[in-house]
């Protein structure tokens, strides 16, 4: 004879709610996460940019400086 484990409906469905909140709630970390991410990547490409166009300033303040002192 085989033994059939019986467990209450109301726990099942609890437990059930409860894996469905987790699940809703991961989801939502992970979308907070991949929106953390593209801002990280967007402020990154800026400074970037930022970077680059200090350099061609610096450039350009040289050359001036060169030109002047000729």
């Known amino acids: 004879m085989q033994w059939i ?3 209450p409906l109301d726990e099942v469905r609890r437990k059930e709610q409860s894996e469905q909140a987790k699940d809703a709630q991961l989801k939502q970390l992970g979308a907070s996460l991949t929106q953390e991410m593209l801002k990280n990547a967007q402020k990154d ?3 970037q940019q930022l970077g680059k166009e200090l350099t061609e300033l610096k ?3 040289k050359q001036l400086e ?3 002192s000729q």
Request: proline share 0%.
């Open 66 to 68: 060169g030109a002047a």
């Open 5 to 7: 484990n019986r467990t």
């Open 45 to 47: 490409v800026m400074i």
């Open 59 to 61: 450039i350009k303040v």
